[in-house]
């Protein structure tokens, strides 16, 4: 019953003379996905963006931009590699790739290390990791960026809890009681969503309203539960923190915050410490904030039988 | 520069019908070592014990009782197999098998689960894990044992800080100051020890007094940074708790606390929190508790450029 949720994912900015990345056929993304392992299963367009449901996670693709997650043993640095060849380098002002480390790494077809030599071949650029080797750790990759910002925030769970967690376990589960349970249509009234429900479980949803956008995947397997939100939400916006709402919903030991150019706040959030936490200037326009969270109370483990 | 100092143990027991272990030739410890890929540096002997320092880690050999302990990319689990096979499995009454989760687990040659399947090979008995998957975890594999109780206790130290760490890492070291740092004469005055400097870094030292032992041993590179200590101590025996000063002297961000049939008061530690914690009956025998702690204050971060 394992899953590795954990996710790579890649944003790429494209240079001003460059084509619409929305011009480009069906065809196109298709063949970047099967590059990785993915496929399509549903899409959702409004008129800034196309919203991409895949077997593995999510792809968004905006006119000169686009953000595409997949968790997985996927092969996410072979689709960026296939889409930079095709693109064009000179039409690509900018490319970061991220990498949160895995459950189970040595699962993964390639380590980030490998990774980066594939996409150093192609776009010059840093590589980081952010956290130790024997805890929650990020792994980046940025090239210099000639004209636009990230931004964006990532909330990433792990270990949920509580009655919707068990739900999201369960044998007889729907989309339509999930979106319920998870208040989406409270939290983002004006949003458009299109989900997607696993066998025998999992669950995709993204979400968008004119740029905005929302994406958000549930690995719920006991023992190896993660769940990921990726957002470019303008949260001054709403009267509520959307991260502290999703937080008590779904009640996760332990959670990080990224924010790209963004810092959330906490002061929502469930009682809490926080246990690390890194700011790190990536270049001349980003900066990469991370936090790491942990429940209040201490944990008492169950042993695993193997 | 990064070694992998996360350890394999196994501890095993004869019956009382069984040659006295110290009887056998030393080249039945040299052979099962190489099966491992460690080798014999130096001997310790006194009336209960025999205590080899390896190229990775220690061996202790009592009449009845060994303790192996290997750390880096050694194959424990064939020191093991061939011990079991030589020894013949109806004198070994009982058999104990741990492995703490690595810094690097794809360097590995095997899984614990592929330890394991081999292991049971030769002695039934029951796995587990303590511990999620995405952060330190312990795996242990115990036959049923007829008779002996484990008994013993460890202190694991991550991300050692500090003038210690300091000196530990630097060009310029000597065994008799790291013994001196480590106060080991004044924790323990009753014992005789026997230490190994590594190159370029990296101490152990075996000590033992009557069929008491400690071991300890230190990988201090920077950003893997892991300290390991062993014993059969009676922590009551002694007026101040020893794991407490080697935290106070070492200063680690993090620490686990593992005792077989035996509790460590956490009373007098550098400041801290407790994370999680496991007790864990593992047959008639033997309880193992389980304690992870991190310091009190909130960390920041380094980000490494890869």
Known sequence: ???????????????????????????????????????????????????????????????????????????????????????????????????????????????????????????????????????????????????????????????????VAEYLRSDKQSSEQIRCLLQLERLLPQFQFDDYLFKPCGYSVNGMFEDRFITIHITPQERSSYVSIETNLNFSQYPFNIFSELLKILSPSSWDIIGMNTQINNQDFPSHRRLASCNLQLNQLNEFNYNHYIQADSEILCAEVL
């Open 1 to 163: 019953m394992f899953f590795e949720g954990s996710e790579k994912k890649i944003e790429l900015h494209m240079s001003r003379s460059a084509v619409s990345l929305r011009s480009l056929p069906k065809d196109f993304w298709q063949q970047a996905l099967a590059e990785a392992g993915a496929e399509i299963l549903s899409v959702l367009s409004n008129q800034h963006c196309d919203a991409y449901v895949l077997s593995e996670s999510s792809l968004f693709v905006w006119e000169r931009k686009l953000l595409l997650i997949t968790c997985g043993n996927t092969r996410l640095v072979d689709a960026a590699t296939y889409m930079i060849t095709q693109l064009g380098t000179k039409f690509i002002s900018s490319l970061s790739y991220q990498r949160k480390s895995e459950f189970l790494s040595y699962l993964q077809a390639s380590r980030f290390e490998d990774d980066i030599e594939q996409l150093k071949g192609h776009i010059p650029g840093i590589a980081y990791r952010v956290g130790h080797l024997d805890n929650h750790h990020h792994y980046l990759f940025c090239s210099q960026p000639t004209q636009d910002r990230n931004s964006g925030a990532s909330l990433l769970m792990y270990h949920i809890k509580g009655e």
